[in-house]
């Protein structure tokens, strides 16, 4: 199935580097969150900057989201404020005191005026911006650095959590209380998204044990470990409309799976050194991917 697929580079930009990508639904516009403090938007059809700003002067910026119901960017940084901007003025709406330390992750919910955000004060904190930003429910349980956090796209009312205590948790937004905990690394999870494969629901999860694992998330168990990166695996992403899975690692390289047979496909290096995050594009076959030296769109034939 996924042995004809072709992979051709359509876009590079260099930059600082790069610790988060968003993909805007109707713009041709990559968000980049820099380790420099920078939020760049780059225009991959025109190939050029859109728009860029600073957003701290001395703390890296880990991530940043579009809001495209809002016309906002909302941005994440180190020194633990949630900003937002008007994307088209690039005006700040809002800046809120949101952990006591760095904001790994942020997540916007799909349908409600939801954000969580994930951070190294080991809490994930959601926040509702139609009764004016504020912290509606704080999730606490994880005992290290909390990574990632991503809603379910089955069921809106749960979201996992990936921590540096090597275990994954989901959790029920309108009760506030953890589902269930899965202990899934023996050492840090970085990152973890939900996916579909037929009318099955799965987790994956990557790790600083060099793996990514496929979860089933009906049985919770681990069904498939994808082994070969040689270093921490930072990101993974399933594409919705792709047969493929896509993890991404301080080795520098994407590796591309087959989302039913877990076959390795392929090994992409673009020379940008570490690769640090991923996002697709729903209805498109892009994959674009941020790395130390700077972003690159992919797409799959």
């Given amino acids: 199935m996924a042995r004809s697929l072709k992979f051709e580079k359509e876009f590079v930009q260099t930059s600082e580097r790069v610790k988060s990508v968003d993909l805007h639904p109707t713009k041709p516009w990559i968000l980049a969150a820099l380790h420099s403090g920078n939020v760049c938007v780059w225009d991959y059809q025109l190939q050029k900057i859109e728009k860029s ?9 880990r991530s940043a989201k579009f809001i495209e119901r809002e016309n906002w960017i909302v941005v994440g940084a180190d020194d633990g404020l949630i900003r937002i901007y ?40 959601l926040w509702d911006w139609e009764k004016g930003w504020i912290c509606s429910k704080v999730f606490e349980g994880h005992e290290h650095y909390v990574m990632q956090v991503a809603f379910n796209p089955n069921d809106l009312s749960t979201f996992a959590s990936a921590s540096l205590d090597g275990t994954l948790k989901i959790w029920n937004v309108d009760s506030g209380s953890l589902d269930f905990t899965l202990e899934a690394h023996p050492k840090g999870i970085n990152c973890v998204q939900y996916f579909t494969c037929g009318d099955k629901p799965f987790l994956i999860s990557g790790s600083d044990d060099h793996t990514a694992k496929i979860w089933d998330y009906e049985t919770k168990g681990c069904v498939q470990t994808l082994e070969g990166h040689t270093h921490n695996v930072t990101a993974v992403s ?13 080795d520098g390289t994407v590796r591309v799976w087959d989302k039913t047979s877990y076959r390795l496909e392929n090994t992409l290096e673009y020379g940008l050194e570490r690769v640090w995050t991923v996002a697709y594009m729903k209805g498109s076959s892009k994959f674009v991917f941020g790395c130390d030296k700077g972003t690159v769109v992919v797409k799959i034939n």
């Fill in 53 to 61: 700003f600073k957003v701290t002067e001395s703390v890296p910026v």
């Fill in 86 to 125: 008007n994307y088209d003025t690039l005006e700040m709406i809002k800046q809120i005191e949101a952990h006591t330390d760095f904001i790994r992750n942020l997540a916007v919910h799909p349908t409600l005026p939801y954000v969580l955000s994930a951070s190294d004060d080991k809490l994930i904190k």
């Fill in 238 to 250: 399933a594409h919705p409309e792709l047969p493929v899975i896509s993890t991404c690692s301080e």
